[in-house]
């Protein structure tokens, strides 16, 4: 069976207010519905999806018991992930908002794609990759709009259909049949 989405990741946090903080008032996620577990946490959402659980310093039984770590200490390693990536809109606004609220960030564009990056951390450590999608221009048409010559002959063409009366009996040219 294949996997259909990414859901979320948790976030061990040192200072949980701090860190719901920076999520809400640098990010813009929202704190939403948590289920209620006996120990100290968030989830924050981006739009309708809790992409984002935090969960406080205190490692009781019941936090480990939830977060599969029976008999295991809550520091312990999960692997080598590297960041946590968000896809983004107005690099412009962001980068200077970043940059008003005095976070470091570190700046890259993706080879061939033009993809602008914004790389901050949390309060946490966890690092952030903020993606921006490359500035559009004439030279760059958004991904599937029509080529210019391919709207101008589309124009072409509809100025060449007759005209068809509402309620004449005949299909508008539109819905029309194709023929095989």
């Known amino acids: 069976m294949p996997l259909t989405s990414l859901q979320h990741f948790l976030v ?32 924050l959402y981006l739009g309708r999806d809790a992409c984002i659980h935090l969960a406080g310093p205190s490692a009781n039984a019941s936090q480990m018991y939830h977060l599969g770590r029976q008999g295991e200490s809550r520091g312990a390693s999960t692997g080598a992930i590297d960041h946590i990536a968000f896809q983004g809109a107005n690099y412009p606004a962001m980068l200077a908002k970043l940059k008003r609220l005095g976070l470091e960030t570190r700046l890259r564009t993706v080879p061939e794609q ?12 966890v690092t952030l990759e903020l993606n921006f999608a490359a500035a559009r221009t004439a030279k760059t048409p958004a991904r599937g709009a029509a080529k210019p010559a391919a709207k101008t002959a589309a124009k072409a063409a509809a100025k060449t259909k007759p005209a068809t009366k509402a309620g004449a009996g005949r299909r508008p040219a539109a819905k029309a049949k194709r023929a095989s």
Do not use: H, M
């Not at 903080?21 to 100290?40: H, I, M, Q, S």
């Open 114 to 125: 033009g993809l602008r990056q914004i790389f901050i951390s949390d309060p946490n450590g």
């Open 12 to 43: 061990y946090a040192a200072d949980l207010e701090a860190t719901k903080d920076f999520y809400v008032d640098v990010l813009g996620l929202k704190v939403g519905k948590r289920p209620p577990f006996k120990f100290p946490g968030y989830w």
